[in-house]
Structure formats: C-alpha cells, structure tokens
C-alpha cells in the first residue's frame, strides 16, 4: 500500500513540528528567566551606590547598599532615608524609615545591570540600573544615612 503525497506530507510537517518543539524545549533554560535569590541580590549590591531608571533614564532614585542588608534611598531630592532589605516569598522587599510598608521588588540580573519590576502591583514599574558606583551616597541632609 502506498501512501499519497497528501499524506506523505503531513507526517513530515508533523516530524518536523515535533522536532521544533525539541528544540524549543531543550532550549527553553536559555531563556528562562529567574529572579534573584537574596545571596545574589546581596552579592550583586554589597557595597555600591545604584542609580535607578525608568527605561534607561536615570530618574527614578539611587541606593546605597551596606553591610547587613542595610540601604539609604533617595529620591534624588538630595533627601536620604535610611531602610532595610530582605527576602520575602521569593521577592527583595524593603522598608524604609519614611514608610514601614514592605515595597518588594523581584531584581533580575541582566547584561546592561538589574532589572527591578515591582511586585506590590505586578506590570505597573519597572526600574532599570542606570549607574553603578563604589561611591557612597552623599545626602545633605537632615536624614544624612549612617
């Protein structure tokens, strides 16, 4: 019995789909895309000042990182406060003395530096790293850091 050409076709369209699909998913962990743990986000931050951006303008506000997850933010209005991060269900939270409420964030670590979306209300900000210093954070006053 011989198969028609009809048919002949749709089994090599269906081999070459299913052979796609191999591809797809053995590539898949390449462009899989996970959120920073808390030991990579601390490594990654532990003694810089960040520059934070919305699409690669430096705007938004700048952070710097301490030891024992400690931060001072700024919304560049040369105004610091001092806050804390930790990890919390898989996202980077923080508090800060100007407002207890935890902001948590999920960072991902990305060729041009972090990626930050915000998870208190997913697909509303995402941050972009627009500087990375060694540079302390320099606040004026009156909340100077420590």
């Given at each position: 019995m011989t198969r028609s050409p009809l048919a002949r076709s749709a089994e090599t369209w269906q081999s070459n789909q299913m052979k796609y699909l191999?591809?797809?998913?053995?590539?898949?962990?390449?462009?899989?895309?996970?959120?920073?743990?808390?030991a990579e986000f601390d490594t990654y931050t532990k003694g810089k000042t960040l520059t934070f951006g919305v699409a690669g303008d430096a705007c938004y506000g700048i952070e710097q990182y301490q030891d024992n997850?400690?931060?001072?933010?700024?919304?560049?209005?040369?105004?610091?406060?001092?806050?804390?991060?930790?990890?919390?269900?898989?996202?980077i939270c923080f508090r800060y003395?100007?407002?207890?409420a935890p902001k948590c964030w999920e960072f991902y670590d990305e060729p041009n530096g972090l990626?930050?979306?915000?998870?208190?209300?997913?697909?509303?900000?995402?941050l972009?790293?627009?500087q990375n210093s060694a540079e302390p954070l320099i606040c004026p006053g009156p909340n100077?850091?420590?």
């Amino acid at each position: 019995m011989t198969r028609s050409p009809l048919a002949r076709s749709a089994e090599t369209w269906q081999s070459n789909q299913m052979k796609y699909l191999i591809l797809l998913f053995l590539a898949a962990p390449a462009f899989a895309e996970n959120a920073m743990t808390a030991a990579e986000f601390d490594t990654y931050t532990k003694g810089k000042t960040l520059t934070f951006g919305v699409a690669g303008d430096a705007c938004y506000g700048i952070e710097q990182y301490q030891d024992n997850q400690r931060v001072i933010w700024s919304f560049l209005d040369g105004e610091c406060s001092n806050g804390v991060w930790y990890e919390s269900k898989g996202s980077i939270c923080f508090r800060y003395d100007f407002d207890p409420a935890p902001k948590c964030w999920e960072f991902y670590d990305e060729p041009n530096g972090l990626r930050a979306v915000f998870m208190n209300r997913p697909n509303t900000s995402v941050l972009y790293e627009a500087q990375n210093s060694a540079e302390p954070l320099i606040c004026p006053g009156p909340n100077l850091g420590s």
